[in-house]
């Protein structure tokens, strides 16, 4: 459904420093279209802002920080996982009425005054590019998508190299949650502890460090990534199979 709701942009933005900033201002209109209309914040990650803002990365969290420190027009808190960002006095901007957006037609007002609400939150599928609704399943996997990406960044020393490394993220997201899916409960067995995504992601790092693999893409660290996890599972069949056999 066509978002109709609209939002105040205040004249006095043309004598305004950030005016001037073209890189934060467009930051700027962006969070004011999409944040929370109810709370004015937004839960995010920096490689998704790159992809929607078409700029680099280290570009996003540098303007970020201008609209935070320089401006004051916002505050962020930054973690390894997300970016939880809110703009500051939302509610001068705002003009979303929480308790009703009606759809109300002459002939209801005259019989029953009857009102639809319709206040429905939305976001774009990366790996179909689709609008669906978000669930807190997807803000969880879209949480994880970052992770993936910030690990790389905290191994490798800068960000991956993949022309849409948010994507690719997206796809060793998929081997990885494919892989715990298939081998947690013999994981359990054999080690008397939980198998989860990121200590998956963690061990795949420490066995391609130990290999002294040059890794430039996150699509390299996905393939490398796929030979590990296969031998893993192989390793794994074979250990749970000599305990049934010794029990």
């Known amino acids: ?47 998704l802002l790159a992809e929607s803002l078409r700029m680099h990365p280290s570009t996003i969290y540098k303007v970020l920080k201008r609209l935070e420190k ?36 002459t002939k209801e007002q005259q019989s029953n005054n009857k009102v639809t609400h319709n206040k429905t939150y939305r976001h774009k ?5 689709v609008d669906m609704e978000e669930t807190p399943k997807d803000r969880e996997k879209n949480a994880f998508v970052e992770t993936i990406l910030s690990e790389f960044e905290t191994r ?26 298939r081998n947690a409960e013999t994981y359990l067995i054999l080690n008397g502890r939980q198998l989860t995504d990121s200590y998956t992601l963690g061990k795949a790092w420490d066995w391609l460090e130990k290999k002294n693999y040059e890794v430039e893409k996150l699509e390299t660290f996905k393939l490398k990534m796929r030979v590990y996890l296969d031998s893993i599972e192989k390793q794994l069949a074979k250990e749970v199979s000599e305990y049934e056999e010794g029990n």
Do not use: C
Request: charged letters at 25%; hydrophobic letters at 40%.
């Open 1 to 47: 459904m066509e978002d109709t709701t609209w939002l105040k942009l205040y004249r006095k933005l043309s004598n305004h420093d950030i005016l001037f900033d073209d890189k934060a201002l467009r930051l700027f209109i962006w969070l004011l279209l999409h944040v929370d209309k109810r709370t004015g914040s937004l839960t995010t990650g920096r490689f």
């Open 156 to 181: 490798r020393g800068h960000i991956p190299s993949d022309k849409f490394p948010r994507r690719v993220a997206w796809n060793v997201h998929q081997l990885i949650t494919s892989f715990v899916s």
């Open 125 to 129: 599928d990366i790996s179909t590019n």
């Open 70 to 105: 320089k401006y004051k027009i916002v505050t962020a808190l930054v973690t390894t996982k997300n970016t939880t960002i809110r703009l500051v006095n939302w509610e001068k901007y705002n003009l979303y009425d929480e308790k009703v957006t009606t759809s109300v037609t």
